[in-house]
């Protein structure tokens, strides 16, 4: 059974740095692209990236490109998102899921993790 | 690369169909079959419902269906059932080589 296995809530305050991360099982981690998807509290889902773990290979939306760094570690078949200095509009629950397709960067996202929420708050 | 256009809100009764759609450009929907519905319900994970514009994964009712006409994808949901009271996301792949969902369309069965 696929299942990804995201971390737990977090509470930050601003300028701290934070790493969740998001334990894949029941597949081969390294053939499928894995991203990270923002949803603000009453809002809708925001495309942050994704990365093949593979061969590290990282695609950042325009929007987080450089606010955000997304990486894995295949040895232990989990992926990360880390920030370096969190702000409060970073408090959102953020769901990490898997490509429905081996390989394929152009395939939806078929298996979600349960979301992270990050609050960050002085 | 900006959001998909999704209207706020849609409704209708049981039994009835629904229409949601999602307006990109050439560069997105437009430009590739490569368009995804997702359903989510208050507090719970997205749900894959339609990829490549009108396929359904494994286990999704045969009455949700997806299309694309140029620049404008959409969602069709025949014989509503109250458990089809949800958020619905569309998403496109970009020329960017990224994704982009649209902003979420809020279905209301009355």
């Known amino acids: 059974e696929v299942q990804l296995v995201q971390s737990g809530a977090e509470v930050k305050k601003p300028g701290e740095s934070l790493k969740i991360s998001c334990k894949g099982s029941?597949?081969?981690?390294?053939?499928?692209?894995i991203g990270w998807v923002r949803q603000m509290p009453g809002k809708g889902l925001e495309w942050m990236g994704i990365i093949y773990p593979g061969d590290s290979d990282t695609r950042y939306s325009p929007s987080f490109q450089g606010q955000v760094t997304i990486s894995a570690d295949k040895s232990i078949s989990t992926a990360y998102l880390q920030w370096s200095s969190l702000k409060a509009p970073d408090t959102a629950v953020y769901y990490c899921?898997?490509?429905?397709?081996?390989?394929?960067?152009?395939?939806?996202?078929?298996?979600w993790g349960q979301g992270t929420l990050v609050t960050v708050s002085s | 690369q900006s959001a998909l256009t999704q209207p706020a809100s849609v409704s209708g009764s049981p039994g009835q169909s629904i229409t949601i759609s999602c307006t990109g450009t050439s560069s997105d929907v437009g430009g590739y079959n490569y368009v995804s519905w997702y359903q989510q319900h208050p507090g719970k994970a997205p749900k894959l419902m339609i990829y490549?514009?009108?396929n359904r994964p494994s286990g999704v009712s045969n009455r949700f269906s997806g299309s694309k006409s140029g620049n404008t994808a959409s969602l069709t949901i025949s014989g509503l059932q109250a458990e089809d009271e949800a958020d619905y996301y569309c998403s496109s792949y970009t020329s960017s080589r990224t994704w982009v969902f649209g902003g979420g369309t809020k279905l209301t069965v009355l």
């Open positions: 490549d514009v009108s």
């Open positions: 899921a898997r490509h429905l397709v081996v390989g394929a960067v152009a395939a939806p996202f078929d298996y």
């Open positions: 029941g597949y081969s981690f390294t053939s499928y692209w």
